[in-house]
Every structure is written in structure tokens, then in C-alpha cells.
């Protein structure tokens, strides 16, 4: 089992509606979550960040943690064409400084 | 803003040469860290350091190797290259040991080994 998973997709999303992204990981003690994106070709550059459960909200994104689930998910409201990416879910594990990607969902906003 | 600066996009050498792949932060960051990243793998970390001299192994060290002798500075050395060493690396800082503080990631190095 990967320690942080993410469904590969792609997530494929009307213009305007909300896309939703969903992460689990393994690691109970895990302290932080991110949320990253990445342009094909580019590399990720940070969306959001939660360490509490419950929800977080930067315009147009939610982020929301439930630690006792270990899931973490990303909303994405009134989706754009540039909403086009793949977005990473990184997590900070109980111990140590590194973090741990799942394997990044691919998202397409059609106009 | 944080920059984290690779020194090249695009790098093409030959099996069996000493490759180096530099990273340049200009936060004061304790942390830097080196990935790969392969379509169907996600990333991965090759190395990390957390301070000047200062580095322990990822998942996929084998076949890499660091050196951090300036605290801005983080570079990975390919000791021999190989084919399969052909990917996206990605180098990262980050500051403290804040428990949220987010890392920053440069814009790649794409390798390719002949």
C-alpha cells in the first residue's frame, strides 16, 4: 500500500462546476498536508496547506482534513480552463522532515 | 517571494559520465531536498539535507550521491550515469522546522542520458 494515494484520473470537470480531489494516506501521526499543482512541464508550485482538521478556504479552493479518516481532500469552486493540471497531495509524516507525494490527479476543465 | 534556482532546464551527457545537478536558494533554508519525478511514479526523493554538510537518504538514493558544503547550495552528483537516471529532477528548500512550513521547488532539470 502507497503511503499516500490519490486516484490518477483524469478528473474531467465542466467549466464552473466544483471539482473534488481526495487523498488518503497511511501515516496517522502525520502532521501536515499540502496541496500542490503542476502545469505539464512546470514544476508543483503550492496551492494550500491544513494541519487542522476540518475545512480551510483561499478563494477558490477549500482544503478539508479528517485525520481520524486520514483523508485529505481539495475542492475547487467555479472551475476554470486554467484550472488544467495535475494536482499533488504531499503529507508531512509523524517523524522527520521530509514529505511524502501521491502520485498527483490529473484535472480537465472543459470550457 | 522564495527562489530556488536549478542551474539548467535541459541537460544531455552519456552513460558512464559524473553528472552534477546544482540547486541555489536564496531564503536561508535549513531544508533542501532533491527529487525525481517519473510519469507513472509520482516523485520521489533522492536525498535530502537538512543542514550545511548534513544529508541523509530518500527512497531511491542508489546511484546518487549529495554534497551540501554551503548552506544555499545543494547539489546531486549521478556518480556514473546511467539510461535509466533519464528523468525530471526537482530540487527543493524549505525553512525551519515549522511543522507547516511548505516547500518550494525550483523548475526542473529534464536529463537525459544517451
Known amino acids: 500500500q502507497k503511503e499516500v494515494e490519490q486516484n490518477s484520473g483524469p478528473l474531467s470537470v465542466p467549466e464552473g462546476a466544483i471539482a473534488s480531489l481526495n487523498c488518503t494516506y497511511s501515516d496517522r501521526g502525520s502532521q501536515s498536508f499540502f496541496w500542490y499543482r503542476q502545469y505539464s512541464g512546470k514544476s508543483p508550485e503550492l496551492i494550500m496547506f491544513?494541519?487542522?482538521?476540518g475545512d480551510k478556504e483561499d478563494g477558490r479552493f477549500t482544503a478539508q482534513l479528517n485525520k481520524a479518516s486520514q483523508y485529505v481532500s481539495l475542492l475547487i469552486r467555479d472551475s476554470q480552463p486554467s484550472d488544467s493540471a495535475t494536482y499533488l497531495c504531499?503529507?508531512?509524516?509523524?517523524?522527520?522532515?521530509?514529505?511524502?507525494f501521491g502520485g498527483g490527479t490529473r484535472v480537465l476543465v472543459k470550457p | 517571494d522564495v527562489k530556488v534556482t536549478q542551474s539548467s532546464r535541459y541537460l544531455v551527457k552519456r552513460t558512464g559520465e559524473k553528472v552534477f545537478l546544482e540547486c541555489v536558494q536564496d531564503?536561508?533554508?535549513?531544508?533542501m531536498f532533491w527529487y525525481r519525478q517519473d510519469p507513472g511514479l509520482g516523485l520521489r526523493l533522492i536525498y535530502f539535507?537538512?543542514?550545511?554538510?548534513?544529508?541523509e537518504k530518500g527512497d531511491i538514493p542508489e546511484g546518487y550521491s549529495v554534497s551540501r558544503e554551503k548552506k544555499e547550495r545543494f547539489s546531486l552528483i549521478l556518480e556514473s550515469a546511467s539510461t535509466n537516471q533519464t528523468s525530471m529532477y526537482l530540487c527543493?528548500?524549505?525553512?525551519?522546522?515549522?511543522?507547516?512550513?511548505?516547500?518550494?521547488f525550483g523548475d526542473g532539470t529534464r536529463l537525459s542520458i544517451l
Open positions: 539535507s537538512y543542514d550545511v554538510k548534513m544529508k
Open positions: 491544513i494541519y487542522s482538521n
Open positions: 504531499a503529507v508531512k509524516g509523524a517523524a522527520g522532515n521530509k514529505l511524502t
Open positions: 531564503m536561508d533554508h535549513e531544508n
Open positions: 527543493a528548500s524549505r525553512g525551519g522546522q515549522v511543522v507547516n512550513q511548505p516547500q518550494h
